[in-house]
Structure formats: C-alpha cells, structure tokens
C-alpha cells in the first residue's frame, strides 16, 4: 500500500489543526476568512480550497459548527439518537462509508490475565489526522492512539503496554498497514467489509464503549443520554470515565460525546483534533 496519500493528508491536517485551534480562540467576533487564513500562513485561495477539500465544508460552515449555539442545535436534532438506535436494534451504525464495527467483550478470566497469551501486533502509520499506532490480535483491532505530542494524552505505546501487561506485543506494521486505509477510507473509496475489534473492560465500561457504536455518524449524545440508555441515569460521571479510557477511539467514537450545556469538552488527543473529526463526519453524512 502506498502511503503517499496518508502523508500528505497528515501534513494538511496538521494546518487544519491550526486553523480550528485559532478558530476556537477566536470563533466569539467571528473573524474574515483572510485573518483565518493568514493564521497558517496560506492565502485565501489555498486555505479555502484546503480547508474544503479536507473537511468536506467551507471554513465560514465550520465556524458555525464550532459556536456554542450550533453545538446546541446538532444536540437537539441528535438527543434521541441512541434510543432510536436501541429500539431498531442497531448495534454499530453509520461509520465512514458504511464501515461497521463489531464488538467482542473478553471474559472475566481474560480480563483479570491483561493479556497473558496474547500475541498484539502493532505499527505507525500516517492517517489524516496525525500519526497514530495501531494494534491488533488474532480477535481483531485492541489499540489506536495518535501519537502527536502535542495531543496531551501518554504515548499510545506505553498506554497499549499498561492496558495489557502480560501479552507479548511485537513491532509489525505489515499487520496493521492494510487496515489504516479501512479506518480512515480516502476519499472516494469502496465501502469496506467490518472491522472486528477486541475490548477488555469491566462490564460496565463495555456497556458504555457498546452505546458509543451506535451513535451514527454526523451526530452527537451526551453523557447523560449514554447513562440513561445503559439503565443507569445516574450515572453520568463514571459514563465520562468509561468514555475517557475508550482503548479504540475513532472506531469506537467517543468523540461524538459532548456536554449536555452544548461544550464539546475535553479529547484525550486534543479539542481541535475532537472537532476535526465532527466537521470531517458531518460533512461526510451530508453527502
């Protein structure tokens, strides 16, 4: 697989990054495209054409995304979305280009192991938002973490040998090359078959990581419709930490998470990047 393209998608987004860090600051006076623009050191021709290429919608659409009011609207036509999902038995809906996830929950004993036994593949690789580390095992995909050091989050690495301490892991990005172009599908790519994932969790945080799947893409929840759809309403601190500890995020999409006040709040790898990844599947839904 040639991963030319990743490359340089990673280098655009590291502009978009940018572009939305400043937009963030800035979104209150509503700046000019041209003070946008300026803020990454591109002209207003090439921003422009980047930012919709990248995102999928133009900067002045994406700025209205980022306000606190829209936030709110997209809240209020998504806030039933998991009991819609629930009650037509959904289990994993509406991933990029119809990608499903499936999700297999290990056993208490193999829980209690971390992994011993466990032979976990893992590699780096470029994707359109950054490099990122991917990890599998013969059940399916366990590990992905972007690796910027400015995400604010541990190195995925260390993380993947906390989470399973007692598994063998083995440097082999061949494993996990192929897979990269199914999770981050370039534009205009054939709809991929599943993806199988491998989570251990307490049953707790698999009830949490399951309701994540069945948020469509192009909306959001919060924590406390994830608690209430899980039978436990009141629940919704220990639902933000089962969420903060999503071992797969992307394809377990914790990202479309946000304050029930209409704050998109904190990312492990960063707001803009949480952001990034809302505009780019809004986008995605509207075609």
Same mark, same amino acid.
């Given at each position: 697989? &040639?991963? *030319?393209?990743?490359?340089?998608?990673?280098?655009?987004?590291?502009?978009?990054?940018?572009?939305?860090?400043?937009?963030?600051?800035?979104? !209150?006076?509503?700046?000019?495209?041209?003070?946008?623009?300026?803020?990454?050191?591109? +002209?207003?021709?090439?921003?422009?054409?980047?930012? +919709?290429?990248?995102?999928?919608?133009?900067?002045?659409?994406?700025?209205?995304?980022?306000?606190?009011?829209?936030?709110?609207?997209?809240?209020?036509?998504?806030?039933?979305?998991?009991?819609?999902?629930?009650?037509? #038995?959904?289990?994993?809906?509406?991933?990029?280009? &119809?990608?499903?996830?499936?999700?297999?929950?290990?056993?208490?004993?193999?829980?209690?192991?971390?992994?011993? #036994?466990?032979?976990?593949?893992?590699?780096?690789?470029?994707?359109?938002?950054?490099?990122?580390?991917?990890?599998? *095992?013969?059940?399916?995909? @366990?590990?992905?973490?972007?690796?910027?050091?400015? +995400?604010?989050?541990? @190195?995925?690495? &260390?993380?993947?040998?906390?989470?399973?301490?007692?598994?063998?892991?083995?440097? &082999?990005?061949?494993?996990?090359?192929?897979?990269?172009?199914?999770?981050?599908?370039?534009?205009?790519?054939?709809?991929?078959?599943?993806? !199988?994932?491998?989570?251990?969790?307490?049953?707790?945080?698999?009830?949490?990581?399951?309701?994540?799947?069945?948020?469509?893409?192009?909306?959001? *929840? *919060?924590?406390?419709?994830?608690?209430?759809?899980?039978?436990?309403?009141?629940?919704?601190?220990?639902?933000?930490?089962?969420?903060? +500890?999503?071992?797969?995020?992307?394809?377990?999409?914790?990202?479309?998470?946000?304050?029930?006040?209409?704050?998109?709040?904190?990312?492990?790898?960063?707001?803009?990047?949480?952001?990034?990844?809302?505009?780019?599947?809004?986008?995605?839904?509207?075609?």
């Amino acid at each position: 697989m &040639d991963s *030319t393209p990743y490359n340089t998608l990673s280098e655009d987004y590291q502009r978009i990054e940018k572009a939305i860090q400043f937009l963030e600051a800035n979104y !209150q006076r509503q700046p000019e495209l041209s003070e946008i623009a300026a803020s990454v050191h591109l +002209s207003e021709y090439h921003f422009q054409r980047l930012f +919709s290429q990248w995102v999928g919608i133009s900067p002045k659409r994406f700025l209205q995304f980022l306000t606190k009011e829209n936030a709110k609207r997209l809240l209020e036509h998504s806030a039933s979305v998991l009991e819609a999902a629930y009650a037509s #038995g959904l289990s994993g809906p509406g991933r990029l280009h &119809d990608l499903f996830v499936s999700c297999e929950a290990v056993t208490p004993g193999e829980y209690k192991q971390r992994g011993a #036994g466990l032979t976990i593949r893992y590699g780096m690789h470029p994707t359109p938002f950054g490099e990122c580390l991917l990890a599998v *095992t013969s059940r399916g995909i @366990c590990g992905l973490g972007f690796t910027a050091e400015h +995400s604010g989050y541990g @190195c995925p690495l &260390d993380e993947l040998r906390h989470f399973w301490q007692q598994a063998e892991l083995v440097y &082999d990005a061949s494993a996990t090359e192929a897979l990269i172009e199914r999770i981050f599908p370039l534009p205009g790519a054939a709809p991929s078959a599943p993806l !199988q994932i491998y989570l251990r969790g307490t049953n707790f945080q698999i009830k949490v990581w399951e309701a994540l799947l069945r948020i469509p893409i192009g909306q959001v *929840t *919060t924590y406390q419709e994830i608690a209430a759809a899980i039978g436990q309403p009141q629940a919704a601190r220990a639902v933000g930490n089962a969420v903060g +500890s999503n071992p797969i995020p992307v394809l377990v999409p914790c990202h479309r998470v946000i304050r029930k006040e209409g704050v998109f709040g904190n990312y492990r790898y960063g707001s803009a990047r949480k952001k990034a990844l809302l505009g780019w599947e809004l986008a995605q839904a509207n075609r």
